[in-house]
């Protein structure tokens, strides 16, 4: 009984939002929602007090053995079978069971028989409503009970979607899904560098919820703008919620702010829709904070912020100006002699503009001044549009700067090992979480220019003096990495002179030798940071 068409609104909520989204003249994707596999456990402090409708659900047809201990020392034993009648089984109401059940405090086990129900209810959907995406909260990663459940559920839903000749996406948190069979999700949070598959960032324009309450507070479009362009860069998307009040309406401010938004995308469109990942997502001082909800964690950005994207069909190279203003000098450092990419800057532009204006390219990077007046709000990012470079599209290959120099970024690395994770330190993104049982780091890169090179690592290392072996094409040397002041204060390390030969996917590793004195020692791993390595070719 508990649906919207026999409660509440008595009408199928679902089947009308699609139908409207079919009406509308630009294509919008049907999305279904489902967090019915929470509900196992939900609603398990209900059952601490035996005259809520939480406790009349007892319901024995789930199987339900376990014992479930409550953080507050609260427990209760049932045991048995179906055939073992206890006195919460006495007082099952079918009505309440059907919402409730079986209401466990265990969040990783859940019964095969409640797993079922779920998965009969969400192949129900896909089959019913044929939905473009199925979204999915985290609870069915929780434990690989529900793995076999989810394979049955996906081969459903995708085969359904292929009868109708249509594709559909599953979008799922963590590592639900194996790479490439789902979308993988960022709740209030985004990637930290460039990845491989396409992602998503789930958000709400609302700061305090995921609905609607009195006296919320709501983004401003300037950080909505700021966050598309983040993920965006780093071959993301964003899924953008906005709760209505109850009679259905978008809230005020949210209307200002998506309609400010739709002024900048109609004449910086270009840098979003149909884009592609450069080799390099951006650069600046700002960072933003990595994972799940990190996404309020952003601070102003300065003139000195950038994000990058390809135009593929124009083979132009978008920069999204994150903190700069009409009339405002820049340098896009990336874009000077080390920049990524074959051929010549030969043409530059501001998106929406007409008229001449001021740049140039040297050594340094990229200078432009960006025109005082634009068809966009004063201060929203001004996007340049870079011609005449090629081999722009990431494809999870290091290039070679037009300098020859190499520099391997913690964030372009390609693979992490013995628990080595990206984090947000000072002005960078760092790689960390080293230990000496293996961690590694490493990154594949194109060399057309072979030689000799000087390698530097830079790193914090507020721990201790550490020391790292770089290794590739058979050659290894080791980097001294110094004592820093703290975790976000970075140093650069000796200088080893290290031999390359050209090459189209030659491997890079770098990995922590330093060894953990004792697990009480002051003197260990846990501050190391590694922003990137540089080589630079010696003349």
């Not at 069915?140 to 081969?155: D, E, H, R, T």
């Not at 929203?380 to 722009?392: E, K, R």
């Not at 913690?410 to 080595?420: L, P, Y």
Request: proline share 6%.
């Amino acid at each position: 009984p508990y649906n919207a068409v026999v409660m509440g609104p008595k009408m199928d909520v679902a089947a009308e939002l699609k139908a409207v989204s079919q009406m509308l003249p630009q294509k919008m994707y049907f999305v279904l929602s489902s967090h019915r596999a929470w509900h196992f456990a939900f609603y398990d402090n209900g059952r601490k007090w035996p005259d809520s409708d939480v406790s009349q659900c007892a319901c024995p047809s789930w199987q339900d053995t376990h014992r479930h201990t409550y953080n507050d020392g609260y427990s209760e034993a049932i045991t048995g079978t179906e055939a073992a009648v206890t006195d919460m089984d006495i007082q099952a109401d079918p009505f309440y069971c059907n919402l409730y059940c079986p209401a466990n405090p265990n969040e990783t086990t859940p019964t095969n028989a409640f797993m079922v129900d779920w998965l009969l209810r969400t192949c129900e959907m896909a089959d019913s409503y044929t939905p473009d995406v199925l979204y999915f909260d985290w609870w069915i990663g929780v434990s690989p009970v529900w793995q076999p459940y989810i394979l049955k559920m996906a081969a459903f839903y995708y085969n359904r979607m292929a009868q109708d000749n249509k594709v559909g996406v599953i979008n799922t948190k963590s590592n639900t899904m194996p790479a490439g069979t789902d979308v993988l999700d960022f709740e209030r949070g985004q990637a930290c560098t460039v990845q491989r598959l396409y992602w998503q960032t789930d958000t709400s324009i609302s700061i305090r919820s995921w609905g609607y309450i009195n006296d919320d507070v709501y983004k401003s479009a300037l950080l909505l703008i700021q966050s598309l362009v983040d993920i965006v860069s780093k071959n993301g998307g964003m899924l953008l919620n906005v709760g209505p009040p109850p009679n259905g309406t978008i809230p005020a401010n949210a209307v200002t702010a998506l309609e400010d938004m739709g002024k900048w995308l109609r004449v910086s469109g270009e840098a979003i829709y149909g884009s592609r990942p450069y080799h390099v997502f951006g650069e600046g001082p700002t960072q933003v904070g990595c994972g799940s909800f990190s996404d309020t964690d952003v601070t102003n950005f300065t003139v000195g912020d950038f994000r990058f994207t390809v135009a593929p069909v124009k083979q132009v190279l978008n920069v999204v100006c994150l903190g700069a203003k009409l009339g405002d000098k820049v340098l896009v450092k990336s874009l000077g002699s080390a920049r990524q990419g074959q051929g010549s800057i030969s043409q530059v532009e501001v998106l929406g503009y007409s008229g001449t204006f001021s740049w140039n390219v040297d050594n340094d990077g990229l200078h432009v001044v960006i025109p005082s007046s634009l068809p966009i709000p004063s201060n929203f990012p001004p996007v340049l549009s870079v011609s005449g470079m090629t081999d722009l599209l990431w494809d999870g290959i290091v290039r070679q700067g037009q300098d020859t120099s190499i520099t391997l970024y913690s964030s372009s690395t390609d693979q992490m090992n013995g628990g080595v994770t990206l984090n947000v330190a000072g002005d960078y993104i760092a790689s960390a979480g080293w230990s000496a049982s293996g961690g590694s780091i490493g990154w594949t890169v194109k060399v057309t220019h072979g030689g000799t090179y000087a390698a530097t690592v830079l790193a914090a290392s507020p721990d201790g003096v550490k020391s790292g072996k770089l290794t590739t094409q058979g050659n290894a040397i080791d980097l001294v990495m110094p004592k820093t002041a703290g975790p976000t204060q970075f140093m650069m390390s000796d200088s080893k002179p290290i031999s390359l030969s050209a090459g189209e996917k030659v491997v890079f590793v770098f990995e922590v030798v330093t060894q953990v004195t004792s697990p009480s020692s002051d003197y260990d791993l846990n501050g190391l940071q590694v922003a990137y390595i540089q080589l630079l070719p010696i003349k």
